[in-house]
C-alpha cells in the first residue's frame, strides 16, 4: 500500500486541470475493528452447502479472501445436516457463518407488506414470528453457527436478551439486515444498543451520511458494493476506498445486479444460485483488484476475524 493513496482517475484528470478536491481528514472514520482492520469481506446470498462449497472454490481459484459468508433464505430452509454441513465447510477456512433468522414480512400471512405502503416491511407479525426466529436462533446455534442475521428490532433485542443470559452462545454475532438497515445516525445508534454487532445500511447512502454515522457509533457497518436489483441495484465499485475511509470498520458485500431473485432457495434454483454464487466471488475480486491499483488495499483484517469489539448496549436487567 502506497502512503497516499490515489484516487479514480489520477493522474491522468490532473494533467487535464480536472483534478477532485482534496480528500478532507475530518471526513475519516475514528474507528476500527479490535483486531485495527478497516474492512472485512462478506459473500451474501450463499443458499447451502454446496453453494459453500462453491464460493470456497471460487476464493480460492481467484485468491480472494473472505470473512464472512451469509444466508438469506433462514436456517427453517435448512436440514440439521445442511446446517453442519455448511457449519463445518466454513470452520476450516476460519470464516464467520451467518444464517438468517425465522418468518418476515414477505413469508407470512399479512399483505400489508405487498401494499404500495409496504406495511410493516419485513418485520416479524405477532408473537409467533417472533417464536420462530427464536428457535431458529437456538436451533442454528446450538449446531454451531455464530452469526445471526435479523430483519426486526424486537427479534434483535430478544436475541441480545438472550445471549446475555446464556440461551444462546454468548460470542453469537447478531447482524442486522439490508431489508430494514439503518439510515440515518440516530437509528443506527438506537440498533447497537439494542444488541446489533454489524448493520446492513442501504447501499444509497452518501459518502456524508456514513460520516454523519460514525460521529455517533462505532458499530461495524455493512454495504453491498454491489447491490441486488430488490435493493437497488446500485454499483459503487470505484468508491470502495472512500466508503472505507468514511465507513469503517465496514464489511464489503458483493451482491449481484441483473440477477434472479433466490430467496426461498431449493433444488428448482440450483443452478441460478451456484451461478451467482460464483459471479459473487468474481466480483470480490474485481473489487480488490481496483483497490490495490490505487494503492488503497491496506487495511483489511486479518482473515479468521469476526468479533465487533466493545459496543454500547440498552441495560438488558429491567
Known amino acids: ?158 436475541l441480545h436478551r438472550a445471549r446475555v443470559q446464556g440461551i444462546i452462545p454468548a460470542d453469537t454475532t447478531l447482524k442486522v439486515s439490508a431489508l430494514v438497515g439503518p439510515v440515518n445516525p440516530a437509528s443506527y445508534a438506537v440498533y447497537e444498543q439494542l444488541g446489533a454487532d454489524s448493520l446492513n445500511v442501504p447501499s444509497d447512502l452518501t459518502l456524508a451520511h456514513l460520516t454523519e454515522i460514525r460521529r455517533v457509533s462505532a458499530a461495524p457497518m455493512d454495504m453491498y458494493v454491489e447491490a441486488p436489483d430488490d435493493l437497488g441495484g446500485y454499483v459503487r465499485m470505484y468508491e470502495i476506498a472512500e466508503l472505507v475511509r468514511r465507513g469503517a470498520p465496514l464489511y464489503l458485500k458483493f451482491g449481484l445486479a441483473k440477477a434472479p431473485a433466490i430467496y426461498p432457495y431449493g433444488a428448482h434454483l440450483r443452478d441460478v444460485t451456484l451461478d451467482t454464487a460464483r459471479e459473487r466471488v468474481r466480483r470480490g475480486r474485481l473489487a480488490l483488484d481496483l483497490l490495490e491499483r490505487h494503492g488503497a488495499d491496506g487495511g483489511m483484517s486479518p482473515l479468521g476475524s469476526r468479533l465487533p469489539g466493545d459496543l454500547r448496549r440498552f441495560d438488558t436487567s429491567q
Do not use: N, Y
Not at 452447502?49 to 485468491?63: F, N, Q, W
Not at 476450516?92 to 433468522?101: A, G, P, S
Not at 405477532?126 to 427464536?134: E, K, L, S
Open 1 to 158: 500500500m502506497t502512503d497516499s493513496p490515489r484516487l479514480p482517475g489520477e493522474p491522468a484528470l490532473s494533467a487535464l486541470g480536472l483534478s477532485a478536491p482534496a480528500l478532507d481528514p475530518a471526513d475519516a472514520s475514528p474507528h476500527t475493528f479490535p483486531d485495527g482492520g478497516t474492512w472485512r469481506v462478506e459473500i451474501p446470498s450463499v443458499e447451502g452447502p454446496e453453494a459453500v462449497g462453491t464460493v470456497l472454490k471460487e476464493a480460492s481459484r481467484l485468491d480472494v479472501p473472505i470473512h464472512r459468508i451469509s444466508q438469506g433464505s433462514g436456517v427453517w430452509m435448512l436440514r440439521d445436516a445442511e446446517i453442519q454441513e455448511m457449519v463445518e465447510a466454513t470452520a476450516e477456512r476460519d470464516i464467520e457463518l451467518c444464517l438468517f433468522t425465522g418468518p418476515r414480512g414477505t413469508w407470512d400471512t399479512g399483505a400489508s407488506v405487498r401494499t404500495d405502503s409496504r406495511g410493516a416491511g419485513l418485520r416479524a407479525r405477532g408473537h409467533d414470528a417472533v417464536a420462530g426466529c427464536v428457535e431458529d436462533a437456538v436451533r442454528a446455534t446450538e449446531l454451531g453457527v455464530k452469526c445471526l442475521l435479523v430483519a426486526d428490532e424486537g427479534v434483535l433485542w430478544t
